[in-house]
């Protein structure tokens, strides 16, 4: 079986185009849009494995194009929107927790769900290779590799067996974090407005994803998938899917069970430890940060 991934670009009109990657060769895909392979994602998923076939096979039919001359675009829908999954990993927690100076819940133990937080498409999406401005008035900005979900059907109250059936396919996350912005100091400890997620998490490009949309029929387990960040070139987190707390299936049945999921729609899994929160070596101007996920790509992102 050929694999393949999908991309998009921006074509000289500036509209975005779709693209297919077979064996590190990328190629446009005429009269196709990514809107249309997420809207019926089953029957483009096998008319893309044929195109991919035959292309291996010699077909040249398509344009090659450059890709490193390509101006990537997130491979999603630019209106969906991010459920971003917090403290995921046992060592991201534990970490964190003794920073902020909370004691350290087993939250399954505890019996308690998933926590999530939101990111509006429009706002917080990147591309691959694309600068993010550092944010005006922060000193804290940090990094988090995430593995991101795509999903590919409408999904309500799903069960945690069939939920990987409503992925397209999956994808490298950057939940880039002003951690300046998570406390509102001028709320009492005991105050329930004193943490500021949306502050910290929502601003101006803060979740770059991609570079490609690889499909679920490629990826074995999302549940073992290395996942590695560098700054610059140094590795700053070096971990595994494999610690999520809560799995890519338990966060979509949960999320499903609390309102409908939509074609296009990410889910981001959570981060291991390494983040500058825990290190207290946060994001410069000039920092380049790289994130590789499993045989997903690796999505890089220049801070401007």
């Keep these: 079986m050929t694999s393949y991934k999908l991309f998009q670009f921006l074509s000289p009109s500036g509209s975005p185009e779709l693209g297919i990657l077979v064996a590190d ?70 970490n964190m927790s003794k920073v902020m100076n909370l004691p350290v819940i087993d939250v399954r133990a505890a019996g308690l769900p998933p926590f999530f937080f939101m990111i509006p498409g429009r706002t917080g999406f990147a591309a ?52 300046d912005r998570l406390v509102r100091h001028q709320e009492g400890v005991g105050s329930p407005f004193r943490y500021d997620w949306i502050g910290m998490k929502v601003f101006p490009k803060s979740c770059p994803l991609g570079p490609y949309l690889t499909p679920a029929e490629f990826v074995a387990d999302p549940e073992d998938l290395s996942i590695k960040t560098w700054v610059n070139e140094e590795v700053r987190q070096d971990s595994n899917t494999r610690h999520h707390i809560y799995s890519v299936a338990e966060q979509i049945a949960f999320l499903s069970s609390r309102f409908d999921l939509w074609p296009g729609d990410v889910i981001i899994t959570g981060t291991p430890a390494g983040v500058g929160a825990e290190t207290g070596r946060f994001i410069s101007k000039g920092d380049t940060i790289r994130i590789k996920i499993g045989d997903l790509g690796a999505l890089s992102t220049r801070i401007a």
Excluded: W
């Design 25 to 94: 060769q990328a190629y446009r895909l005429p009269d196709s849009s990514l809107e249309a392979y997420l809207s019926d994602t089953g029957v483009q998923h096998e008319r893309m494995k044929v195109l991919a076939r035959g292309i291996a096979d010699g077909d040249k039919t398509l344009e090659a194009i450059d890709l490193a001359a390509a101006q990537l675009v997130a491979p999603t829908l630019s209106a969906a929107t991010v459920y971003a999954c917090g403290a995921n990993y046992p060592d991201h927690v534990e």
């Design 128 to 179: 691959h290779a694309e600068d993010v401005d550092y944010p005006t008035g922060v000193q804290r900005l940090d990094f988090e590799a995430e593995l991101a979900v795509i999903i590919g059907q409408h999904a309500r109250d799903v069960s945690e067996k069939d939920a990987l059936s409503y992925v397209a396919g999956y994808s490298c996350a950057n939940d880039l974090s002003a951690r």
